[in-house]
């Protein structure tokens, strides 16, 4: 079956230091990828998704950036960290084949301080 | 454009009691319609899912949700709420192959 681990739970980073967050599926292979931002624990906010390696589609202008460097494995990156992208990150493979649901990591809890 | 709603920002029922967290869809052509839950901290778990077919899909955990194509509605429904049920539930349409689209979520809660 097919699992998506992501890490860390948790980061407390201050302003201005880089980012990286990781997200690696296992068993399947050319997954769609997603990367989503929550905010004060309500809406989510779709910011990179990706069809296949090197292939990264951005939803909204920020201060991050993401890589797909393998098949299976989806980076969340920043160079300079602001106070605003603080907020609950979500990893989900998903999409394309089938009827499209999306499958959800347990989320990195980023607080910049 | 693709979106769907969920004009409730909180639902409030008893233990025991059935729920209803509503969701209205606005797509072109058959939407493909998901439920998902997110417990605090913690990533969404898919609930249920409507492509086509019946138009009462069930699902796990006991919920079930029903497609009302007329009312452009996709509610999520139990017939007795748990406590263990209090979450935050997203409705989410599919607006292409390769993207859903979600609403901004309905807080659940159920007190005994």
């Known amino acids: 079956s097919q699992t998506i681990h992501q890490w860390p739970a948790t980061l407390v980073q201050p302003v201005g230091s880089p980012l990286s967050l990781e997200c690696t599926v296992e068993g399947t292979s050319n997954p769609n990828l997603y990367w989503y931002r929550q905010a004060a624990g309500r809406g989510l906010q779709l910011l990179f998704y990706s069809v296949g390696i090197g292939q990264i589609s951005s939803e909204v202008p920020q201060n991050l950036s993401a890589s797909r460097p393998q098949d299976r494995q989806f980076i969340l990156s920043s160079k300079k960290l602001l106070l605003s992208d603080s907020g609950f990150y979500l990893c989900a493979w998903g999409g394309g084949r089938g009827s499209g649901e999306a499958f959800f990591g347990q989320g990195t809890r980023l607080t910049v301080v | 454009a693709q979106s769907v709603a969920q004009p409730e920002d909180q639902v409030n029922v008893a233990e025991g009691n059935p729920l209803t967290v509503k969701c209205t869809y606005s797509?072109?052509?058959?939407?493909?319609l998901f439920w998902y839950v997110q417990y605090p901290n913690r990533g969404l778990q898919f609930l249920l899912k409507y492509i086509t077919g019946d138009n009462l899909v069930k699902g796990s955990y006991g919920f079930e949700a029903e497609f009302n194509k007329s009312q452009t509605s996709f509610h999520l429904k139990k017939p007795s709420a748990l406590v263990s049920d209090s979450a935050l539930y997203f409705c989410?349409?599919?607006?292409?192959?390769?993207?859903?689209?979600f609403g901004g979520g309905t807080r659940l809660m159920v007190k005994p």
């Open positions: 797509v072109s052509g058959n939407p493909y």
């Open positions: 989410a349409v599919r607006v292409t192959v390769n993207m859903l689209t």
